[in-house]
């Protein structure tokens, strides 16, 4: 300080005011502080009216002004001695101020020192002031957060500090280092400050702290604002790095969810885990194991990350909302997006899609699901490339498993000392090193970027870090109360509630499990009433969830008032309780697993049952109406819409129905009955065969009107008969036509009892499929025309056009090719009425169909491939692979087979890969008649597939179509004449004694 000022206001930082050595860092209340900090800021007198109008504005301008003298008396009493002959303060009636002759304040040498750096034109000259503003300006200005004013003077000023640094680090690289660490930290996604920091790091010689800077803005961009750095910014990074003959790093596991926060400690875990992930170790399965909330996931993604060059594909596996242990291999199936087929396991699945490749599976939160564990031992003996990283609270118990134990991070040393002494320089030192106070003052510095550590605040940062023994969920949620709480006031907050907590719910639990369970119950107490029961309240969901179902569901407040619902979810996030996740079109909220199960907790211990059954009751109804809906918009315009949302909700979605089926069967039923298109279009057969047949067993001893829900009038459904009908659909889906038409037939009985016209139109339908398989046109065209007179009668287009279309495919079978045209053109017409798109797609396919029955096989090609974008569109694998092997039908009777195999082999694959039986029965056919041409050999060939195709044609009762029999016969009259006949029996038994696999193999790798 000037030896001729008395008095030194520093800013930067918490304020503080320094008289003649001695600091006064705490003031008799906070608008005292802020008046200091706005008179010293102004560096001039202000009136009296704008102080009041800006401190107090909601008072009248003489009890503000009173309230101001008071302020003012009380910093003339902590700041000003009765013995001076100086003052601080100077002040008429108008105007007050301070005496600046006698103060320095260090964001007006801030200002001035940038003055003279902004006009300075010698170099050293500039590189010298830019230096001193750095070493000034150590932290943010002060921002007194709800006050206007003063938040908008600490944003400019922190904004030229940032221009300042970028400024410097144009000069001199190496030492506006410092500054530009600094800076990147509190504005990590300002790409101008990036950029001059990546230039400093790249100067200094350390290209992988440049490297991890450019990571950390690509990250922090993409999970913050959903894009990626400018093109400018990307272009200075490229020429940055190409003219020091460096390479520009990118993450390129996009599989891997993005971390927006930084990883500390942990070293020799992750060498360790690394070598058990190289290639020399041998090792396929690593557990990583702990207690909750001790960062086994984050663990184990950065180990995944910095192992992923040894390995062709990394996948993620979040396993928290999965509570069904048998479907975890179906679970790794799809985040491998491997192939649904119903004719293969889930681990065959797997094992065709990883096909050799060396992959890594990291299966996130496993505890829940151990009894899979033998689920996980026939996976790697299966698939021997693939090696397992898995996070659990428990051990798999499986041979050859690799165990890490993961303990929280090591806490500081000598941290519990009574003694309030300063640290030391050496202890000082030790404990900045320490991961456990690093990561608490890096979240801190999230929520409260004014936050440092320093010799006042490290020892209690350490005590803290002990009590909470290290676990970092727990550190982090502590850290997250440095916007309002210091350190010591957040240590002394938690030592009082963790002896409430060991008294309280958690008794019986161990003390690392205590620890944690205070840090959050911790967090708990902190909210508002309405945020803690909307807290517990929200456990009822087992996915995400958006604001309009959280106000469906766990409504706050009685009135309904969906503003408390939006900030009580606020109040949850600023508490780290609350994960948001943005789906481009919505916001969406999910609880971390740790979050949700404590949420469960304290909805056990502090709700009555009748609540938490009316949660769960509400929650079945909304996601049974939900599915209701969806799947009736997923017949139209907007169908592939609708289905990802409801493969959005598909955790809450089982989860309602599977509680429906144990306390309301009524609802089970209309909830399955709505579900089962659902189940047909994503290929979840089986499942929805499951459910159906759960449902239909709880609510046979239900009446009619029993059945009806709230959404039944004025036109109520027969969800019995719907259910019946869904059931029977999938029954026919999966070739068991007995079930499809016993199911079918029980619905249209009940059907014509009720008096239901509208549910035994589409149960006709599906009895009308299966006599078109069996080939019985005659029945399919009595059931067809029942069910077109119906659908007339009830005006119900979309199943006029079914029958029309089934109707059309009877014709086209039967040999009236011509007929057939009309009628798909028809139907096809009535589909685009209602807006049905998939029934577009299947009217094209079949019209395509007729074409080429009339020898038109250049309008066939062209109808096909409409139908398949139509089907693309709705990411339809059936309908595409349908498609595809019409089209190739068509080339392959136009006489074009370079152009025909691939899309016969294409649909092939596909249909079996669904175990559309029938349709692989076509396909095998049509592969034989393509792979023909005349010698010997093509005879074997041809010979072993259609008789592949025979045997399958009869396991499934699906004899040869009329208008197929004359071509057929002929075809294999030929193959006859080509082969001796022992060569021939030969190769007819060869392909009777194939498995479906070896012989779709044979077709499509011949």
Not at 260 to 266: L, N, V
Not at 369 to 378: F, H, Q, T, V, Y
Not at 736 to 764: H, K, V
Request: proline share 3%; charged share 25%; with cysteine.
């Amino acid at each position: 300080m000037n030896a001729k000022t008395k008095w030194r206001i520093e800013l930067f930082g918490e304020p503080r005011v320094s008289i003649g050595g001695q600091w006064v860092t705490r003031f008799r209340t906070r608008r005292a502080a802020l008046l200091l900090a706005r008179l010293a800021l102004e560096g001039a007198p202000v009136r009296r009216d704008v102080l009041v109008e800006w401190l107090w504005p909601d008072s009248s301008f003489e009890v503000g002004r009173n309230r101001l003298s008071v302020a003012l008396s009380a910093l003339r009493r902590s700041l000003e001695t009765p013995s001076s002959k100086t003052k601080l303060f100077w002040g008429n009636h108008d105007l007050v101020g301070l005496n600046f002759d006698e103060v320095q304040c260090d964001a007006l040498e801030f200002e001035g020192l940038l003055k003279r750096a902004q006009t300075e034109t010698e170099s050293a000259t500039r590189i010298s002031l830019l230096r001193e503003i750095m070493e000034l300006a150590s932290a943010p200005l002060w921002s007194g957060e709800e006050f206007e004013w003063l938040r908008e003077k600490a944003k400019q000023l922190n904004d030229q500090l940032y221009d300042a640094a970028i400024s410097l680090s144009e000069l001199d690289s190496m030492g506006a280092l410092e500054v530009l660490k600094r800076a990147n930290s509190i504005e990590p996604t300002r790409e101008d400050i990036a950029s001059a920091l990546m230039r400093s790091w790249v100067a200094a010689g350390k290209s992988d702290e440049a490297n991890r800077v450019w990571r950390s803005l690509e990250k922090r961009l993409r999970s913050e604002y959903n894009r990626a750095p400018s093109s400018a910014t990307r272009a200075v990074a490229r020429r940055l790095f190409e003219s020091h003959d460096l390479a520009l790093d990118t993450d390129k596991n996009e599989r891997l969810p993005l971390s927006s926060t930084r990883f500390f400690g942990r070293q020799s875990e992750l060498e360790q885990l690394g070598r058990w992930l190289s290639s020399d170790s041998g090792a396929q399965l690593v557990t990583v194991f702990g207690g909750s909330g001790h960062g086994k996931t984050r663990l184990a993604l950065e180990t995944a990350r910095r192992n992923a060059d040894g390995f062709d594909s990394t996948y993620f596996v979040p396993l928290a909302d999965q509570y069904d242990a048998r479907r975890l291999l179906e679970v790794i199936g799809d985040a491998l997006r491997a192939p649904r087929s119903t004719s293969q396991t889930a681990l065959e699945r797997i094992a065709n899609t990883v096909n050799g490749r060396r992959v890594l599976l990291l299966l996130d939160n496993f505890e829940h699901l151990a009894s899979a564990a033998p689920d996980i031992e026939r996976l790697l003996k299966r698939v021997a490339s693939m090696v397992c990283l898995v996070t659990s609270r428990c051990l798999l118990e499986i041979v050859g498993e690799q165990k890490l134990i993961l303990a929280p991070l090591p806490l500081p040393s000598h941290a519990n000392e009574t003694t309030e002494a300063a640290p030391d320089a050496m202890q000082l030192e030790e404990w900045a090193r320490n991961p456990a106070i690093r990561l608490f003052a890096d979240r801190a510095r999230a929520v409260s970027p004014a936050f440092r550590l320093h010799v006042g605040n490290v020892r209690a940062v350490a005590r803290l870090c002990c009590v909470l023994e290290g676990v970092p969920l727990a550190v982090e949620l502590a850290a997250a109360r440095s916007m309002v709480l210091s350190p010591a006031q957040i240590e002394e907050y938690l030592g009082t509630h963790l002896d409430i907590l060991e008294r309280g719910i958690q008794e019986g639990k161990g003390e690392r499990h205590r620890s944690l369970r205070a840090a959050l119950d911790w967090s708990y107490d902190l909210l508002s009433p309405a945020g803690r029961r909307l807290f517990r309240r929200l456990s009822v969901f087992h996915g995400s969830w958006t604001l309009e179902r959280a106000n469906a569901i766990c409504p706050v407040s009685p009135r309904d008032d969906k503003s408390m619902v939006v900030r009580a979810h606020e109040e949850l996030r600023r508490h780290s309780l609350l994960e948001g996740e943005d789906e481009g079109d919505e916001l969406r909220f999910r609880f971390l697993e740790t979050v949700r199960l404590y949420s469960c907790e304290r909805a056990a211990h502090d709700d009555k049952r009748d609540i938490q059954r009316a949660l769960e009751t509400r929650h079945a109804h909304e996601f049974a109406q939900f599915a209701q809906n969806a799947v009736r918009a997923m017949r139209g315009e907007k169908s592939g819409d609708w289905a990802q949302r409801l493969e959005r909700d598909l955790p809450d979605l089982r989860a309602a129905l599977t509680w429906a089926l144990e306390h309301d069967a009524a609802l089970a039923l209309r909830f399955t009955a709505s579900m089962w298109w659902f189940w047909f279009s994503t290929s979840r057969i089986a499942e929805g065969r499951e459910f159906l047949t759960k449902a239909l067993a709880a609510s046979q001893h239900l009446s009619y009107s029993q059945l009806l829900g709230e959404g039944d009038t004025p036109e109520p459904i027969n969800w019995r008969a719907e259910a019946l009908g869904g059931a029977g659909f999938l029954a026919w889906r999966q070739g068991d036509l007995g079930m499809a038409i016993e199911l079918s037939e029980q619905s249209c009985q009940l059907c014509r009892t009720e008096g239901d016209t509208r549910a035994l139109t589409y149960s006709l339908i599906v009895l009308q499929l299966a006599a078109l398989v069996r080939c019985d046109f005659e029945t399919a065209k009595t059931l067809g025309d029942e069910c077109l007179q119906l659908a007339r009668a009830e005006r119900d287009q979309q199943a006029e056009a079914f029958a029309l279309h089934l109707l059309g495919s009877g014709a086209e079978m039967s040999g009236d090719a011509l007929t057939a045209w009309i009628l798909q053109e028809r139907s096809i017409a009535l589909f685009r009425e209602v807006s049905s798109i998939d029934g577009v797609g299947w009217g094209l396919l079949n019209w395509g169909s007729a074409a080429r029955r009339l020898g038109d096989y250049e309008r066939a090609v062209e109808l096909c491939m409409q139908g398949r974008d139509v089907f693309q569109s709705l990411a339809s694998r059936e309908g595409v692979a349908y498609c595809n092997l019409y089209a190739g039908f068509a080339y392959c009777d136009a006489g074009d087979m370079n152009l025909g195999r691939p899309l016969l082999h294409s649909g092939l694959r596909e249909l079996f890969d669904l175990q559309a039986v029938w349709g692989v029965a076509m396909a095998l056919e049509g592969v034989a008649r393509a792979r023909f041409d005349g010698t010997e050999q093509s005879s074997i060939e041809a010979t072993r597939l259609w008789s592949a195709a025979q045997l399958v044609r009869s396991n499934i009762n699906t004899p040869v179509p009329p208008i197929d029999i004359v071509p057929f016969a002929a075809f294999e009259a030929q193959l006859r004449a080509t082969l001796p006949p022992p060569s021939f029996e030969a190769a007819w038994e060869t392909g009777r004694s194939r498995s479906l696999d070896q012989s779709v193999r044979a077709a499509i790798d011949t």
